[in-house]
């Protein structure tokens, strides 16, 4: 039988967990730290401290990476619940009780990759407010929100165009995306996987591969996502994607694979100008994980 404590046990600081699920989730102190808006060094310091107080190392670390260890993951668990239960009980006394329905569009891309991240987060500091979501192309959207039925939509432009009314969220590059390994773009005529009409990363592809003179053939389409890549992993085909969107399993295919350069493409938002509290604290909460994008890469 455990004798029983003689003195309270500590407190943890829910700033340092913040710190320590921001490190877990970057895998850098360094990317950590500019989502906590703290120095690497005040970082590793929070990081000491909590080591200190329960005992146990949390990250094992080398010169290239940042992992848990088997306590930290453990921690990495209460961690998130005990956040999550923080601002549970904050937004009921600070947040004011927002009630509503919000009607939001996006492009299949960014609806399937990261809408449900960012409307997880939403949901937790803002429980009573209630997200419809309606995927389709840009071109689509932007009709429904002309048509008053959206409130807010996200939309992809080619760099070249830019929609009435709409916010630039993201600018990035758009490249060639071929399976590691794969041989799909050196063959002829080259085969690739494209999106329907309207796109903006298929006109920037079939624009550049004009430019080039090079002989192609669409040898996949699909206006899912899920789809392209399937078409990439399968080696069957080439698609033009944002650079973000790359996996662990794909190559960046340049200049020197014979690829042309096809340049970028804008994510934009665009929400109703008689936005209601509900409206407005959403997109609010999509600039925000945004700017964090901007600054960490990471969603």
């Not at 239960?85 to 299949?108: A, H, M, T, W």
């Not at 995927?135 to 009435?164: C, E, G, P």
């Not at 624009?207 to 990439?232: C, D, F, K, P, W």
């Not at 209601?276 to 901007?294: C, G, L, M, N």
Request: glycine fraction near 6%.
């Amino acid at each position: 039988m455990n004798a029983p404590l003689n003195h309270p046990l500590p407190l943890l600081d829910l700033d340092v967990l913040r710190t320590f699920v921001a490190i877990a989730e970057t895998g850098s102190f360094t990317t950590a730290a500019n989502a906590v808006f703290r120095t690497p060094s005040a970082v590793s310091m929070q990081i000491k401290k909590l080591e200190d107080i329960l005992g146990r190392s949390v990250f094992a670390r080398d010169a290239r990476s940042v992992t848990l260890t088997t306590d930290g993951e453990m921690l990495l668990g209460y961690a998130r619940r005990l956040l999550s239960i923080n601002r549970e009980v904050v937004s009921k006394f600070i947040i004011p009780d927002i009630v509503g329905v919000v009607r939001l569009g996006s492009p299949d891309d960014y609806g399937e990759r990261v809408l449900p991240h960012v409307l997880k987060r939403f949901a937790q500091s803002h429980p009573s407010i209630a997200v419809d979501v309606t995927i389709d192309q840009s071109s689509n959207l932007r009709r429904r929100m002309d048509d008053r039925a959206l409130d807010i939509t996200l939309l992809t432009n080619s760099y070249k165009t830019s929609a009435l009314g709409a916010e630039v969220l993201l600018t990035e590059p758009i490249v060639w995306a071929g399976a590691k390994g794969g041989c799909a773009h050196l063959r002829e005529p080259l085969p690739v996987s494209l999106w329907e009409e309207g796109c903006a990363w298929r006109a920037g592809a079939l624009e550049a591969l004009g430019r080039e003179g090079r002989n192609y053939r669409v040898a996949y389409m699909s206006a899912h996502t899920a789809g392209q890549r399937a078409a990439i992993m399968s080696d069957l085909a080439v698609a033009p994607l944002p650079k973000s969107f790359l996996g662990s399993d794909m190559v960046e295919l340049c200049p020197k694979d014979g690829m042309p350069d096809i340049g970028t493409y804008n994510l934009a938002m665009i929400v109703a100008p008689d936005a209601s509290a509900p409206v407005k604290a959403v997109a609010d909460h999509i600039r925000a994980t945004f700017e964090v994008f901007r600054e960490t890469g990471k969603f």
